[in-house]
């Protein structure tokens, strides 16, 4: 069954007591009724767009509302509401049983193009990665063809993820899992972990992936980033944006022997471009790389704090995450 929430924005920011933004940093675990951690179960402030997944252990953090409920919700289990009573610690037990909510497919990108699933050289299998069709060798060319090696996406597994769309709901199917098609710069959903379909930018305005470690990576539409759909974003402040763009290419195998010397690979390899790019208070887009003299000069010694207490740490996409959330605070 497919689980998919709409929560619309205005509707709390009318029934909050708390002004919106007032928040408290809330961390717990996620289990079963034996105690066993639930991994990716979906946690959200019961009256705002606040929401998050537990790690793959089950453990989780959010930003809350203290005079708010955690709501938690995953497949196989009865969702559940917390009160947080300014507690910063909540531990989560989900009775096994079947989910209750409102049901709303999440729409491909473009019915006539999108629903054509990829062919099977491109074929995205949970836990497989890309692979060649069936992920056997094949010959080619007088010579057996390797693997590929790399991958078209961002994460060798699908991944949990929600939305907030441009009416400001949170959208979040949990029956869905999520990935980022480096080529095109898509999200894409699939329910079976074999065909799946891109969400579109229609719908969504910002989009939010969940690594094993549960941190969330997140996804907005840049028109001014060519040839990307959604790009990630490193850090977000009012008055400053770095964005990351990362291609990927793929190089065929080129392998030839003339009976004595061999060159070139056996196998087809996705290599990756990074590129970063800062947007400061004239709005316009530059090209940047991610050093402490970059950082210095572009933030205008609001960032000098944050690069002193770092000390010889390298400066690398964590450290500026990191620096986003100093200057946030």
């Known amino acids: 069954m497919k689980i998919f929430f709409r929560i619309t924005l205005s509707a709390f920011l009318l029934s909050g007591t708390v002004a919106f933004g007032q928040t408290i940093a809330v961390t717990g675990t996620v289990n079963n009724e034996k105690g066993k951690p639930i991994p990716f179960a979906f946690v959200r402030d019961a009256q705002h767009n606040y929401a998050t997944y537990a790690d793959s252990t089950g453990s989780y953090q959010l930003n809350a ?73 094949t010959i080619k060319e007088g010579f057996t063809q390797e693997p590929t ?59 939010s992936l969940y690594d094993n470690a549960g941190h969330a990576h997140l996804f907005v539409a840049v028109p001014e980033i060519k040839g990307k759909t959604f790009t990630e974003v490193l850090l977000s402040t009012p008055k400053y944006k770095i964005y990351k763009k990362v291609d990927a290419k793929l190089l065929r195998a080129d392998f030839h022997t003339n009976g004595v010397i061999e060159t070139g690979h056996r196998y087809d390899e996705f290599i990756n471009d990074e590129r970063y790019y800062f947007v400061g208070a004239d709005n316009k887009l530059q090209s940047i790389s991610l050093k402490k003299s970059t950082l210095k000069k572009l933030l205008a010694g609001d960032a000098d704090g944050f690069i002193s207490s770092q000390g010889s740490r390298d400066v690398d996409e964590d450290y500026v995450r990191d620096l986003g959330k100093s200057l946030s605070k």
């Open 65 to 137: 509302d203290p005079a708010s409920s955690l709501q938690v919700i995953a497949n196989g289990y009865v969702n559940t509401d917390v009160k947080i009573d300014n507690k910063t610690n909540i531990n989560v037990t989900l009775p096994a049983g079947k989910a209750e909510s409102p049901v709303s497919p999440l729409k491909s990108g473009n019915e006539e193009v999108d629903s054509h699933f990829l062919n099977a050289r491109e074929l995205y299998v949970y836990g497989g990665g890309n692979a060649n069709a069936g992920g056997q060798e």
């Open 149 to 207: 090696r790399g991958s078209r996406y961002l994460y060798k597994e699908w991944a949990p993820g929600l939305g907030i769309s441009k009416e400001d709901k949170l959208i979040v199917e949990t029956t869905n899992l999520y990935n980022y098609d480096k080529i095109n710069g898509d999200i894409l959903y699939t329910n079976d972990g074999k065909s799946m379909a891109k969400v579109s930018t229609d719908q969504i305005k910002t989009f």
